[in-house]
């Protein structure tokens, strides 16, 4: 069963407007939360992260909301460029665990000129 | 910079072989981690290792072992690989119980036929 879900598969923007990926997690045991960003034929590379403490975490174009009593969290990129289009993973610690983190499949973002 | 380096970025093997996987990270990190992706799939965790000799079981670790018998070298060995286990293979690594933030490998496209 899937712990971690990322509901589109993908996602279409036109340059400049808001972007807002969606991530939800079964486990209220989960105590920190990540994006990844990645490009073909690249590994991922690290985005954002937020504290289970907090509720929103801020850098720059990128924003993370996390709703814990809804158990959601979402990335919001404003405005979206062209270069942002790739495939966004989110990614969670189980709290007192080891440091094994559990993936969502993925969104593949767009960002139209 | 965090540097992670994976031996081949492209390996095509014949079914039945033995194939090694070597990562190399340069940050004196405790933890690496080895991952496959595969379309609709997401990233799944295969092993990952918290010490030298130290392993753990990911979600998929049938038809894989690991070695780790230095701190900044994380092998993955297919005993004998089979179609099946063409995907694409990422490595990383991190320092832990910091923000728990993995640094990937460019990854290793792997093609057994």
């Known amino acids: 069963d899937q712990q971690v879900k990322q509901n589109s598969p993908s996602l279409s923007v036109q340059e400049g407007r808001i972007s807002i990926l969606n991530c939800d997690y079964t486990?209220?045991?989960?105590?920190?939360f990540l994006w990844y960003k990645k490009y073909p034929a690249e590994g991922p590379t690290f985005l954002i992260s937020?504290?289970?403490?907090?509720d929103k975490n801020e850098d720059g174009r990128f924003t993370v909301f996390l709703n814990k009593s809804a158990k959601h969290l979402s990335l919001h990129i404003v405005p979206s460029q062209p270069g942002d289009s790739a495939v966004y993973f989110c990614?969670?610690?189980?709290?007192?665990?080891?440091?094994?983190?559990?993936f969502g499949k993925g969104t593949k973002l767009t960002v139209n000129p | 910079d965090v540097k992670v380096t994976q031996s081949s970025r492209y390996l095509v093997k014949r079914t039945g072989e033995k194939v090694f996987l070597e990562c190399v990270q340069d940050?004196?990190?405790?933890?690496m981690f080895w991952y496959r992706q595969d379309p609709g799939l997401g990233l799944r965790l295969i092993y990952f290792?918290?010490?030298?000799?130290?392993?753990e079981k990911g979600d998929i670790p049938e038809g894989y072992s690991v070695s780790r018998e230095k701190k900044e070298r994380f092998s993955l060995i297919l005993e004998s690989a089979s179609t099946n286990q063409t995907s694409m293979y990422l490595c990383?690594?991190?320092?832990?119980?910091?923000?728990?933030?993995?640094?990937f490998g460019p990854g290793t496209r792997l093609t057994v036929t």
């Open positions: 990383a690594s991190s320092f832990g119980s910091v923000n728990y933030e993995q640094y």
């Open positions: 486990n209220s045991m989960f105590d920190y």
């Open positions: 937020i504290s289970s403490i907090k």
């Open positions: 990614a969670v610690r189980f709290q007192g665990g080891s440091e094994k983190l559990v």
């Open positions: 940050m004196d990190h405790e933890n």
């Open positions: 290792s918290y010490d030298v000799k130290m392993k």
